[in-house]
T-cell receptor, first 114, second 116 residues
Framework: DAKTTQPTSMDCAEGRAANLPCNHSTISGNEYVYWYRQIHSQGPQYIIHGLKNNETNEMASLIITEDRKSSTLILPHATLRDTAVYYCIVRVAGSGGSNYKLTFGKGTLLTVNP | DAGVIQSPRHEVTEMGQEVTLRCKPISGHNSLFWYRQTMMRGLELLIYFNNNVPIDDSGMPEDRFSAKMPNASFSTLKIQPSEPRDSAVYFC??????????????FGPGTRLTVL
C-alpha cells in the first residue's frame, strides 16, 4: 500500500471550515484515497473516497490534486461533534488480492474549539 | 438500520480465562473483519472473512486467538487463555464485496477488553 503522511494534530474554530491535508506521493494509478474518522470511544466511520475527481457528500468534500500526490478533506462547517482522529488511507478498490485491507496510520487529531 | 452490533461492550476478566467476543454484521454484507486497537500499535486487522470463509488470518497474534463465522449474521472472536497483553478495544467491521469492488467498511462500537 502507498503510505500517507498527515499532520499529528490540528485545531479549528466551531463553524469554520476544517481543511485536513494528506500527502500520498507514492500513490499508484489504481489506488483510491479514502477518509475515515474515529470519534473518541467509537469505531471508525467512513467519510468519503475518491480516485482523481473532487468528491462531495453530506459529510465532507475531498479535493485531490491533479498529480494525485496529495489531497484535502474539507469539513465545511465544523461542529464540536467533528472532534475526532481523521485517517487518510490509500488502497485499490478492486476486489482482487489483498485489496480488502485498510491500513490505518496515526491520523490527524482534529479538535474543534467553541 | 442497526449497523454492526458487538457484544459485550466491555469485558473484564482475569488472566487465563476464556473470552468470547461477538459480532453481528450488517444484513446483506458478505465481508467481515476483526480489528484490534491499542495505543502502542493502533488499529490492526486480525482476520478477514468473505462469505463466511476465513480468507486472511495473518494478523491473528497467536494460537490463543481463534475466530469463527458459522453463518452470514454472526461471528465470534475467542481468546483462550487470555493474557494482560490482550487488553485492547476489539472492533468488528462489515462490508459488501461486489464484482470487482470492495466497498467501504462499517465498524461496530467495539468491545473494550481488560485482562487483569
Amino acid at each position: 500500500d502507498a503510505k500517507t503522511t498527515q499532520p499529528t494534530s490540528m485545531d479549528c474554530a466551531e463553524g469554520r471550515a476544517a481543511n485536513l491535508p494528506c500527502n500520498h506521493s507514492t500513490i499508484s494509478g489504481n489506488e483510491y484515497v479514502y477518509w475515515y474518522r474515529q470519534i473518541h470511544s467509537q469505531g471508525p466511520q467512513y467519510i468519503i473516497h475518491g480516485l482523481k475527481n473532487n468528491e462531495t457528500n453530506e459529510m465532507a468534500s475531498l479535493i485531490i490534486t491533479e498529480d494525485r500526490k496529495s489531497s484535502t478533506l474539507i469539513l465545511p462547517h465544523a461542529t464540536l461533534r467533528d472532534t475526532a482522529v481523521y485517517y487518510c488511507i490509500v488502497r485499490v478498490a478492486g476486489s482482487g488480492g489483498s485489496n480488502y485491507k485498510l491500513t490505518f496510520g496515526k491520523g490527524t487529531l482534529l479538535t474543534v474549539n467553541p | 438500520d442497526a449497523g454492526v452490533i458487538q457484544s459485550p461492550r466491555h469485558e473484564v476478566t482475569e488472566m487465563g480465562q476464556e473470552v468470547t467476543l461477538r459480532c453481528k454484521p450488517i444484513s446483506g454484507h458478505n465481508s467481515l473483519f476483526w480489528y484490534r486497537q491499542t495505543m502502542m500499535r493502533g488499529l490492526e486487522l486480525l482476520i478477514y472473512f468473505n462469505n463466511n470463509v476465513p480468507i486472511d488470518d495473518s494478523g491473528m497474534p497467536e494460537d490463543r486467538f481463534s475466530a469463527k463465522m458459522p453463518n452470514a449474521s454472526f461471528s465470534t472472536l475467542k481468546i483462550q487463555p487470555s493474557e494482560p497483553r490482550d487488553s485492547a478495544v476489539y472492533f468488528c467491521a462489515s462490508s459488501f464485496r461486489g464484482s470487482g469492488l470492495y466497498n467501504e467498511q462499517f465498524f461496530g462500537p467495539g468491545t473494550r477488553l481488560t485482562v487483569l
